[in-house]
């Protein structure tokens, strides 16, 4: 008797879980602790190099203040799937631009669980 082909593995199909429909990629991978990654030798050389070509807070540079960078932000934040180590996604900001933008995200990724929980 041939087998019936129920059990045909297809790993071209992603698995999602079914509780929450997020692709499996992000799920497993834990971003809770970002220590290691600001601590890696590869992202202070990067971040090394973009503060020398990008010497100045962009955020500031906009409304024509001079303010020396001191802070290299993803635009995307990684937890929200930016890259880390694209220069496209990089900026370079001063502290308390920064700051100002961490907070402001905080308050999106808040109404984004509200709204998408309705
Ligand atoms: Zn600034």
């Not at 070509?53 to 960078?69: E, F």
């Not at 001063?94 to 999106?108: G, W, Y």
Request: proline content about 6%; overall charge positive.
């Amino acid at each position: 008797m041939p087998k019936r082909p129920d059990d045909v593995q297809r790993p071209w199909i992603v698995k999602r879980d079914s509780k929450n429909n997020q692709p499996k990629k992000t799920a497993g991978k834990d971003w809770g602790d970002m220590s290691s990654f600001y601590n890696s030798s590869r992202w202070r050389a990067i971040r090394n190099y973009f503060l020398k070509r990008n010497p100045l807070c962009v955020y500031c540079k906009n409304k024509d203040i001079i303010k020396p960078a001191e802070v290299i932000d993803h635009r995307v934040p990684i937890k929200q799937g930016g890259e880390m180590y694209n220069e496209l996604n990089l900026q370079a900001l001063c502290k308390r631009c920064h700051d100002k933008k961490s907070r402001s995200e905080q308050t999106t990724i808040i109404y984004n669980r509200y709204t998408m929980r309705r």
